[in-house]
């Protein structure tokens, strides 16, 4: 090549593709690949990854060299996951014999495996071959990563609600809030949801008989006021699906003129022979029962799918992917391969609900692994294009338990604990059309919190999980149960009783960059020494990460190169978010719960943090609820001792939030308890209990409080405020039993509604 001559990116590609070539170590051995594979299915908690092992698998790791922008501690380039990459990915089931066999082989090998691994009360004799069964598993080689086309067909942009130009409202449709969605045009479910004229609100209500059932509160709406109202109950629905034991209302959308209403019944009859023959049959199973929206909604049809509730979205092409878990107590439960109805899980509407055909039951090559238990998950996608008439477009049903989903305009992402301790397995499934076809997967290091811990952007795909490095530890007794000593990792001698466990050594947070052949491409580690991830967000080319275990570490890492992220910064406050919203371009909303400097927790806390320049991360401003000091010292010889602490579900629920930066607003359901005992045993202690919605606006680099909607009982209650909205000019406090409307400037109320 001459000199000065440019060169393409096609070129630099091919370059880099042949320098990386040269480097390839040796393959993975066949145990570890046939390990890795066997990862498609284990037991409740095992995997998702699928894979067809038709060509040589390698495994894949990187080294590369990470460059920071700061002059603090720099985490070291981690090892990153082990990746089978599959050329025929999976197949269907030939027949439901199949399906039965290898759960049968299965079975077979999780008995074989308890009785070897699992507090062995032995001689160490028989820890030795455990150790050396594992040591065949083992792989030390350090090979490169190849394969490292750029695939396209991603998102160029991050959406952020309320950043986007706004439509003029219509006179008869007001401008309201939405529930927040991850990306752009995929729509996710609440139990609230509105039209800017009415409000629709999911939730159980005591009944009668002072048990709960599902009901639908629906409100009209306008300027402030309630004009009319009713509640639902969803018996017909329930009637249609064929319900029967406990019915917990799930999530709820409002699309294409219906209102989908999705609820998950917890009934076990037909495995515990509580069912007779003549009986539909009753396992676990989620339902969508489908309405008319309005003031007086109607039921359209039911679809059924069988398997505890997991997530759902809403493709931009209105496709509804609904995903479930179904898994049976134990293999032993199955008599033949003719009881097809304890293993086979069934979908469909009311007049088509039928067992899921087996060439749309993936399976993994290589078997399911060890496991007891018949898992899968099941991924349902409904056609909503058409108002008034959903139409069941495709079900796949994957051997294997997922945990946390993530969704993108193209792909579905399931992730779930691997067969291995402190992994997870990652499937990337094409969603296209609303066809469900499972197209890669891979294994990382680590655990995947939810769904905010993964991304996809620009054809990579992006994933924050926390890493426990664990040792196997043999425990030896002697015939008086005292422990004579600790032996790790290879169990070479020594005589006496005993049993396995794992140790954990260190533990750190790690962020992974993959193709969309998912190959890693690039990784960073060491976030969090000792640390649990927290909460993580992604927006664009960055990745925000908070860990947490005395301090609250909010790390700024630099995705704009896949194959080398960089730490940008680390900000270390007290406390930490469990949830982080971009509210604007320059600050980062988090909110979570406040710590004191040893890590114990003393309250809830909001913090704006200002990520303007994310090389130079600032807490701009910190707003806390904090417990009493009575909680924390106790005066044996005081007349009086009073206890209060605060607790928001936001917590662990992030859409009990109202965030709306478009209108400068923050609301914060928060509930305050105050107990107080007295030394003389003859006087009587009180409590308080006050629900409240607080909201906030933020100006100047300050929260300011405008106001709150609250509720004061003498004690406990299950009619906590949990949802806002705001329609207009004016924001509406939900509760299952009472609905506020207020003025949104200053929260003054303007209307209420008592059911």
């Known amino acids: 090549m001459n000199n000065g001559e440019k060169l393409t990116p096609e070129e630099v590609k091919a370059m880099l593709d042949n320098e990386l070539s040269k480097k390839k170590k040796r393959s993975i051995s066949v145990a570890k690949r046939i390990a890795a594979a066997a990862a498609a299915c284990t037991v409740i908690g095992g995997t998702a990854v699928y894979t067809l092992n038709s060509e040589r698998n390698n495994k894949k790791t990187v080294n590369l060299e990470k460059k920071s922008a700061v002059t603090t501690t720099v985490p070291s380039t981690v090892d990153p996951t082990q990746t089978v990459k599959a050329v025929n990915y999976m197949k269907g089931a030939s027949d439901y014999k199949e399906i039965y066999s290898l759960f049968s082989k299965a079975a077979k090998k999780a008995e074989k495996d308890r009785k070897k691994n699992h507090y062995v009360y032995d001689t160490l004799e028989v820890a030795e071959e455990a150790v050396s069964d594992d040591a065949a598993y083992s792989d030390s080689s350090s090979n490169e990563i190849s394969g490292l086309d750029t695939p396209g067909g991603a998102n160029d942009e991050i959406f952020i609600p309320g950043t986007e130009e706004p439509e003029e409202p219509k006179e008869d449709d007001p401008e309201h809030s939405e529930t927040y969605y991850q990306e752009q045009d995929v729509l996710e479910a609440d139990i609230v949801k509105t039209?800017?004229?009415h409000i629709y609100y999911l939730c159980n209500t005591e009944n009668e008989s002072f048990s709960y059932s599902p009901v639908l509160r629906t409100a009209d709406v306008r300027n402030g006021k309630f004009t009319g109202s009713a509640t639902i109950d969803l018996n017909d629905a329930i009637d249609r699906a064929d319900s029967r034991g406990y019915i917990n209302t799930a999530d709820m959308y409002i699309y294409n003129d219906m209102i989908a209403v999705i609820c998950s019944s917890s009934y076990f009859?037909?495995?515990?022979?509580?069912?007779?023959?003549d009986t539909v049959r009753s396992t676990p199973y989620t339902f969508v029962a489908f309405y008319t929206t309005?003031?007086?909604?109607?039921?359209?049809?039911?679809?059924r799918q069988d398997g505890y509730y997991n997530d759902v979205r809403i493709s931009p092409e209105g496709?509804?992917?609904?995903?479930?878990?179904?898994?049976?107590?134990?293999?032993?439960?199955?008599?033949?391969?003719?009881?097809?109805?304890r293993y086979i899980p069934y979908c469909g509407f009311t007049e088509s609900y039928d067992m899921i055909p087996a060439e749309d039951i993936l399976l993994p090559s290589e078997g399911?692994?060890?496991?007891?238990?018949?898992?899968?998950?099941?991924?349902?996608?409904i056609d909503l294009s058409n108002a008034g008439a959903p139409v069941e477009k495709d079900v796949k049903s994957l051997a294997g338990y997922t945990g946390s989903i993530y969704c993108s305009a193209e792909n579905l992402y399931t992730a779930a604990a691997g067969d291995e301790l402190s992994t997870t397995d990652i499937t990337r499934i094409s969603i296209t059309g609303g066809d469900i076809i499972p197209m890669a997967g891979t294994t990382i290091n680590g655990y995947i919190k939810d769904q905010f811990s993964m991304s996809e952007y620009n054809g990579y795909f992006r994933a924050a999980a926390t890493y426990n490095e664990t040792k196997k530890v043999f425990y030896r007794y002697n015939d008086n149960g005292n422990l004579l000593e600790e032996i790790w990792d290879v169990i070479t001698d020594g005589e006496g009783n005993g049993?396995?466990?794992?140790?954990?050594?260190k533990t750190d947070t790690r962020v992974?960059?993959?193709?969309?052949?998912?190959?890693?491409?690039?990784?960073?580690?060491d976030l969090g020494i000792d640390e649990q991830l927290r909460s993580a967000s992604f927006r664009g080319d960055m990745a925000y990460v908070v860990t947490f275990r005395q301090t609250d570490p909010l790390y700024a890492v630099d995705l704009s190169n896949p194959y080398e992220p960089v730490l940008l910064d680390d900000l270390k406050i007290n406390g930490f978010s469990t949830y982080m919203q971009h509210w604007d371009d320059s600050h980062l909303l988090g909110f979570g719960q406040d710590a004191d400097e040893n890590g114990r927790i003393t309250g809830v806390k909001m913090t704006m943090f200002n990520n303007f320049d994310p090389s130079d991360l600032k807490a701009e401003a910190v707003f806390t609820w904090n417990d009493s000091p009575n909680n924390y010292i106790y005066d044996a010889d005081a007349e009086v001792h009073t206890e209060e602490w605060y607790y928001s579900a936001a917590v662990y629920d992030r859409k009990e939030l109202l965030i709306a930066p478009e209108k400068n607003l923050i609301g914060v359901p928060i509930n305050y308890n105050r107990y107080s005992y007295y030394s003389d045993s003859g006087k009587q202690s009180d409590s308080i209990y006050r629900t409240q919605y607080v909201f906030f606006g933020y100006e100047n680099g300050e929260f300011v409080q405008k106001g709150d909607i609250s509720m004061e009982f003498g004690d406990y209650i299950y009619n906590d405020f949990n949802r806002a909205i705001y329609i207009g000019d004016y924001v509406y406090v939900l509760s299952p039993e009472r609905f506020v409307a207020a003025d949104i400037v200053n929260i003054t109320v303007s209307d209420e509604l008592n059911f």
Do not use: Q, R
């Not at 009859?269 to 023959?277: I, L, N, P, Q, V």
């Open 195 to 197: 039209d800017g004229k």
């Open 269 to 277: 009859g037909s495995y515990y022979g509580y069912a007779d023959e």
């Open 368 to 381: 399911f692994g060890s496991t007891s238990a018949i898992s899968y998950t099941v991924i349902g996608s």
């Open 512 to 525: 992974y960059v993959f193709d969309m052949e998912m190959n890693i491409v690039g990784s960073i580690g």
């Open 294 to 303: 309005g003031d007086d909604p109607e039921l359209i049809d039911v679809y």
């Open 319 to 341: 496709y509804m992917l609904l995903t479930s878990h179904f898994y049976s107590c134990n293999f032993e439960t199955v008599s033949s391969s003719d009881d097809t109805d």
């Open 499 to 505: 049993y396995y466990t794992y140790e954990n050594i």
